[in-house]
């Protein structure tokens, strides 16, 4: 799993291979960066030789451009050997962690030296660090990541549209496939301001007057947004970033105490679906809460608060 932080320049490697066996191509390969979700190409280029003395080894240093935000990015690679025209695709996870390698090991005590008894290697950390951010996303049933993406939601005749998911900026806003809203270019159908709601899960429309509000008892509106609501029953695709602007102290919180038990092996019976363990002089029943959750009683009650975000309308 080719996995890079946001933020983080990222590498990615090629070898290209006749018989299990790394050779030189007939000439260097190409590489071919798109987003995987809509095809779009991003990015392409040509990797470069590791050294000269290891045949088919090659590398290529992503864009900065392309780990600002949360995406799954799609490596297509080609190249070829002997006049054989060679396709490899592969693709690459761009994610925001919880908690950083530095972070972590800072707050559990852990050395990066390998002659100390508490060391642990960087590889080790950020493994852990991937399995707890996914039981976090698990329980939580939504990421923490920063995604550029849409998010579709159906109006209510009122002057606040719930949406979804969390959103941070808003690019466009397209009513039944219509575009009415694009901020960058100065457009604007309704003339109203649009507004984030203070919990992130909502657009409101702002009235040109401060303190007027629209008239619920307008029910039939046949000029939609110019009367300060989204019509109801139309259904509005918003784009624009989603997600968080920065990991909440909870999460973080979570992450340390689940990447522990990772890294102490506290989670091996119950990865196991052992439930009771009988050693003679010690019996061990574990609650099937624990089967359920993250398997950490504290970390859920941290997480708990995130959930119950979600029911939060405005």
């Given at each position: 799993m080719i996995e890079v932080y946001t933020g983080a320049t990222?590498?990615?490697?090629?070898?290209?291979?006749?018989?299990?066996?790394?050779?030189?191509?007939?000439?260097?390969?190409?590489?071919?960066?798109?987003?995987?979700?809509?095809?779009?190409?991003?990015?392409?280029?040509?990797?470069?030789?590791?050294?000269?003395?290891?045949?088919?080894?090659?590398?290529?240093?992503?864009?900065?451009?392309?780990?600002?935000?949360?995406?799954?990015?799609?490596?297509?690679?080609?190249?070829?050997?002997?006049?054989?025209?060679?396709?490899?695709?592969?693709?690459?996870?761009?994610?925001?962690?919880?908690?950083?390698?530095?972070?972590?090991?800072?707050?559990?005590?852990?050395?990066?030296?390998?002659?100390?008894?508490?060391?642990?290697?960087?590889?080790?950390?950020?493994?852990?660090?991937?399995?707890?951010?996914?039981?976090?996303?698990?329980?939580?049933?939504?990421?923490?990541?920063?995604?550029?993406?849409?998010?579709?939601?159906?109006?209510?005749?009122?002057?606040?549209?719930?949406?979804?998911?969390?959103?941070?900026?808003?690019?466009?806003?397209?009513?039944n496939d219509q575009l009415i809203y694009d901020p960058a270019n100065n457009f604007n159908i309704s003339g109203f301001d649009m507004e984030i709601t203070e919990t992130g899960y909502g657009i409101r429309i702002v009235p040109a007057n401060p303190g007027d509000d629209i008239s619920e008892k307008e029910y039939f509106d046949y000029t939609g947004l110019t009367k300060g609501r989204f019509r109801d029953g139309y259904r509005y695709s918003v784009e624009g970033t989603y997600g968080w602007n920065y990991i909440p102290p909870e999460i973080k919180q979570s992450m340390f105490l689940l990447v522990n038990d990772l890294l102490c092996n506290d989670t091996l019976w119950r990865t196991k679906y052992v439930k009771k363990i009988n050693s003679g002089q010690m019996s061990v029943e574990l609650s099937s809460l624990s089967f359920s959750g993250t398997g950490n009683a504290i970390v859920d009650s941290l997480l708990q608060k995130f959930k119950m975000v979600q029911a939060v309308i405005i």
């Open positions: 990222g590498t990615v490697n090629l070898i290209t291979y006749k018989d299990g066996v790394p050779v030189a191509p007939d000439s260097s390969p190409s590489i071919s960066i798109s987003n995987a979700t809509t095809g779009t190409v991003l990015n392409t280029g040509t990797p470069t030789l590791v050294d000269t003395d290891y045949e088919g080894e090659y590398y290529y240093n992503l864009p900065s451009n392309l780990t600002d935000v949360d995406t799954t990015l799609k490596i297509d690679w080609s190249y070829s050997i002997d006049g054989r025209s060679v396709e490899e695709t592969e693709y690459l996870y761009v994610t925001t962690p919880y908690a950083t390698i530095d972070e972590i090991a800072f707050e559990l005590g852990h050395s990066s030296r390998p002659e100390d008894p508490n060391y642990y290697s960087y590889d080790k950390i950020k493994s852990a660090e991937r399995a707890a951010r996914m039981m976090i996303d698990s329980y939580l049933g939504f990421s923490l990541g920063k995604f550029n993406t849409s998010s579709v939601s159906y109006g209510e005749g009122a002057d606040v549209l719930i949406l979804t998911d969390k959103i941070l900026s808003i690019s466009k806003i397209y009513e």
